[in-house]
């Protein structure tokens, strides 16, 4: 989870934009109004497409810099320069190369870019919204960074199949409103679909890497974890948290059920958290209406002595957080009883939070960042499994049994993790 501190230089990176936009170059000493609104609305844009997260390295970065890997199931991308530098950078590149790389996945000499760059998203954008976006690039501070981006091994690195892939998986064009749905559902749907990009870990991907659309947000694995189902559904998604329940969790990073920890605690702190209201509120209203892809079928029950040992193993090891009766504290330790996480079909988040612990996300409305420790150390396989299907099998709850196997692997993957 990137530091306090980093996500303060964003913060304050947001507030000198007017001084910026003043004294970088091709803006006057004082830029009429047109143009300070279309730098506010790139602003707003960049934060809602989160380019910060991706573009800015990790430790000691600068903001927009690139050098961050990004992981694919083929190997790291490393992100590119986006600041304003003419040689390095993206400042002496044309409005037109910009908005192709934005919404077209092409590169400025017309090669194909690969998917990491949700372009297959960002197409949603209009093309004054990407503009908006290049406005507000033009005033931060240009960074001379040097980056080799395609770091795939062979054959990977050859940017020539990404034609076989576009023609499977990329739709281009602008996000076209539904005339059946309200403008707020309407504007949640851009949202989620476009800048947000939110398809980009929670759908399924094929053997290829493209988006399973048939589980569409059905939830997907990313970096070690499993991003959850973000549909309607009861069981797995979020049929059981109000329109209020997302909301907040979008502005906070935690709500009465759940806490945000991992890839979607970088989400909220340099993304969603930085949008208004009724943004929020019209992502959530968008995102509860989705019907469920992963509720048609119940688990097989777990064994009795299974849920015996992992009853025990829970009173004594996760109850004085999270409560005798899984209901936790609101806005600080989740609630297992209506975690979506401990009935996932696919147990990864749920076996790294016991084995690693995690911190969850702080933020300005909810600066706590309370902890889970780490019980890798103390819990053998068996009892790691044990307890996660106690948790997902009790309360009223329904999981598939986690296996001993399952953790055992799991522990070997996160050992060659270092983060």
Known sequence: MRSIAKSTVGMMLGAVVPWLAATAPGFSSSPDGQAFEQIQKGHYLANAADCFACHTQREGGKPFAGGRPIETPFGNITSPNITPDNETGIGAWTDNQFVRAVREGRGRDGSRLYPAMPYTSYTKMSRDDVLAIRAYLKTIQPVHRAVQSNTLPFPFNIR????VWDALYFTPGEFKPDPK???????????????GHCSA????????????????LGGGKLQGWFAPDITGGMRQGLGSWTVSDIATYLKTGHNGITAATGPMAEEVLDSTSKLNDSDRMAM??????????SDQSAPKPAEQPVMVAGQAIYRDECSACHGL???GTPQLFPALAHSSIARADDPSTAIRLVLRGVRSVATKDEPTAPGMPSFGWQLNDAQVAAVLTYIGNTWNNAAAPVTADQVK???KLLSLRNE
């Not at 020539?160 to 034609?163: E, F, K, Q, S, T």
């Not at 707020?184 to 800048?195: D, K, S, T």
């Not at 959530?284 to 892809?293: D, N």
Request: some cysteine.
């Open 160 to 163: 020539a199949v990404m034609r």
């Open 325 to 327: 009766e899984g209901k």
């Open 201 to 216: 870990c929670h759908t399924p991907k094929s053997f290829l890497g493209g988006d399973d659309t048939d589980a569409w």
């Open 181 to 195: 749905k309200s403008a707020v559902w309407n504007r949640g749907a851009f949202l989620v679909e476009g800048p």
């Open 284 to 293: 959530a209203t968008y995102l509860r209406s989705l019907p469920s892809h």
């Open 409 to 411: 692997q799991a522990r």
